[in-house]
């Protein structure tokens, strides 16, 4: 009877093939030391034994191929003693060769890498520590990347050809989009804000989530609309409409990060919501991605749709979704910056890298139309959906911060890993999000995730694409132009024909004011430009910056009203009272925000109160500012 539990490791080599090992084990394994077997089980692992004293151990270490070596490597410099056949199988895209076995997984004959493994596949502790003396640790594990993206991309396919009467396999090209998320997402943010403070932002209670006019009004500012376009259904079976992702991610996003509150079912700004539209984009962005790595607000998952059970059963098996985007974020940092990684690498990464990412501890209990046939706990189905919140979480949240930018083609048929999987013979696709195929860290993805301490845009690409006349005309050449490019075009200057813009600097306010700056706007047009911009165009550009900086945003201010110009009056001279406030009028005073308090108190001393807000009045949808009102404190 064994005194040891194997899950808790095993101490010792004695321990392993006394406790751990029959007579039958220990003979398959003897046979390997060449040497003549006794008969009786303590004198065949004495043999084992004996074969691993002192030098003779590193002596069967050398007789090991390299991936054998290798398996024993990732173990001996772990902090667990049990071989990861999961994550070395992602690794290194094979398993070593333990030797010969039946269908199950028993009997057969053992490799020499058997000498160092025990039980469920455990290496003894005192063999651990002798290895370290003299193993070399294993290869780092890194994740592989392109300069640049291809054109197309070979997306396979299964039809019936009626004519042959037989299933045809193939692959055809198709083009892949490209979406560069690090401005857009700075000038979104602002967008968002703003919607909110007029009042049009409206979700549920229980859920957070937005409503469809809400999902349509931010579309309607999103850069270019959302990532894919609504195409009309042939009907509603084979509706192959990705639907929105930044215009539904977006509400939640300012709801997790604490920029917003609910009051009845409309959002309205918090002072950090208002602080954040005074102040650059760049650290809110971060701080959102921080605060929604550790928010339970919203689990990505439930954005998969074809996965049922995840409000019964299958719920109570779920992980912390805190935790898989931790583990996630974490593989992101150990991306190069400004390079294209395709989301299989990412995926194959994550699952070689030393940690616990699963999204379900027990994925039966999920399932595809019917529990009993179509149950995720079946071989091959868990690694699907690990595949799919990974890709959720990038596409819809990441990319919508501007951590990375996404090259994606349509999700119908784009990945057919499921197809297998019982019930899911309808679905175009197993998630919205299955069109993505690769993405790029993004310096503003960097600075988020902490790779670097400071932020700095990427420099923008230089390629002669357009050509920027006197008249303040652009002028695009030839018809090849990026969506990327268009879409600034669009952003800073007015479309007039097909492939002709024209800078205003009506315009070109309205970029700055949306996020953009002037310089910005220079840089793109001078790294497109194919000669030295023209001095109308630089003219235009001084103008605009200079106007930009002549009125300036100094936050948010209340309005106070006085019963009569005397008392106004008398506020604004008092020493108590006026360093905290300015007259707007006859009767009225400005407080700004920061010294509503110090103007509260010091009023108080006077003899006065701010009354509470007499009306909230609506106006088109929009709330005004509350009236404030000054009363005697004899009246209060």
């Known amino acids: 009877m064994r005194r040891y539990d194997a899950d808790g490791g095993i101490p010792t080599l004695d321990v392993a093939v006394s406790e751990f090992m029959n007579a039958e084990d220990l003979k398959r394994l003897g046979a390997l030391t060449g040497h003549k077997l006794p008969t009786r089980k303590a004198d065949l692992a004495q043999v084992i034994i004996c074969h691993l004293e002192g030098e003779r151990i590193r002596t069967v270490w050398q007789t090991l191929d390299e991936i054998q070596r290798a398996a024993v490597a990732e ?6 003693t049990q071989f990861p056949a999961d994550r070395f199988r992602a690794k290194y895209g094979q398993d070593p060769n333990w030797g010969s076995a039946d269908k199950y997984g028993y009997g057969g004959n053992p490799s020499a890498l058997c000498f160092f493994f025990y039980g469920n596949r455990i290496m003894p502790d005192d063999l651990k520590a002798r290895l370290k003396t003299f193993v070399p640790p294993p290869a780092e594990n890194k994740v592989q990347s392109l300069e640049q993206l291809p054109t197309v991309y070979d997306q396979p396919f299964e039809r019936w050809n009626s004519k042959k009467k037989k299933q045809e396999h193939g692959s055809e090209p198709i083009q892949i989009a490209v979406r560069e998320s690090e401005r857009s997402a700075q000038r979104e943010l602002f967008s968002v804000l703003r919607l909110v ?11 957070g989530k937005a409503s469809s006019a809400t999902i349509e009004a931010i579309t309607a500012v999103l850069d270019s609309g959302d990532y894919y376009p609504f195409v009309q259904p042939q009907n509603k079976w084979h509706d192959k409409n990705a639907g929105p992702m930044r215009a ?8 997790a990060g604490g920029l917003v509150q ?46 049922k059970g995840q409000t019964g059963k299958g719920k109570h098996g779920l992980t912390a979704v805190s935790s898989r985007r931790e583990a996630i974020s974490k593989v992101l940092t150990n991306c190069p910056v400004g390079r ?3 989301t299989a ?53 990441a990319a919508t911060l501007g951590l990375i930018d996404a090259a994606f083609i349509p999700p119908a048929g784009a990945r057919r890993d499921y197809c297998d999987l019982w019930g899911t013979d309808e679905l175009p696709f197993f ?43 652009i002028a695009a050449i030839g018809t090849d132009l990026e969506l990327g490019d268009r879409l600034a075009l669009d952003a800073c200057a007015v479309h007039t024909s097909d492939l002709i813009w024209r800078l205003e600097a009506r315009r070109l306010l309205e970029a700055t004011e949306g996020g953009s700056s002037v310089e910005e706007v220079r840089e793109f047009l001078a790294a497109r430009n194919g000669a030295p911009l023209p001095d109308t165009v630089t003219r235009l550009f001084e103008d605009v910056g200079n106007r930009s900086a002549q009125v300036q945003d100094r936050g948010f201010a209340r309005l106070i009203e006085c019963a009569d110009a005397a008392l106004a009056a008398l506020i604004a001279h008092d020493t108590r009272t006026r360093k905290h406030c300015l007259r707007a009028g006859e009767c009225h005073l400005v407080v700004p925000a920061g010294s509503e308090t110090a103007f509260r108190r010091g009023l108080r001393e006077v003899g006065y109160l701010v009354a509470p807000a ?16 000054i009363r005697p404190l004899a009246e209060a």
């Not at 079912?265 to 005074?278: D, E, F, H, I, W």
């Open 75 to 80: 173990v001996v410099y772990s902090r667990s």
């Open 197 to 207: 403070d007029a009042g049009k932002v409206t979700v549920s209670d229980k859920t």
């Open 248 to 255: 539904f991610a977006w509400p939640l996003l300012i709801q």
């Open 262 to 307: 609910l009051s009845g079912s409309k959002l309205q700004l918090t002072r950090a919501g208002r602080k954040a539209l005074a102040e650059p984009a760049v650290q809110t962005l971060k701080t959102l991605w921080k605060k929604w790595t550790d928010t339970t607000l919203f689990d990505e998952l439930s954005r998969i749709e074809c996965v």
């Open 340 to 342: 294209w990684i395709s």
């Open 345 to 397: 690498e990412l995926l194959r990464f994550l699952r070689a890298a030393e940690n616990d990412f699963a999204v379900s501890r027990n994925p039966w209990n999920l399932y595809i139309c019917d529990l009993q046939y179509g149950s995720l706990g079946y071989a091959g189905a868990e690694g699907i959906l690990e595949e799919r919140y990974m890709l959720c979480l990038l596409f819809e949240y």
């Open 431 to 473: 998630s919205r999000y299955d069109g993505l195929m690769f993405f790029r860290v993004t310096a503003l993805g960097a600075y988020s995730l902490g790779v670097t301490q400071s932020y700095k845009s990427a420099p923008v690409e230089v390629k002669q694409v357009l050509r920027v006349l006197p008249n303040l005309e």
């Open 614 to 629: 007499s009306a909230q009045v609506a106006n088109g949808g929009q709330a005004t500012a509350a009236k404030k009102t």
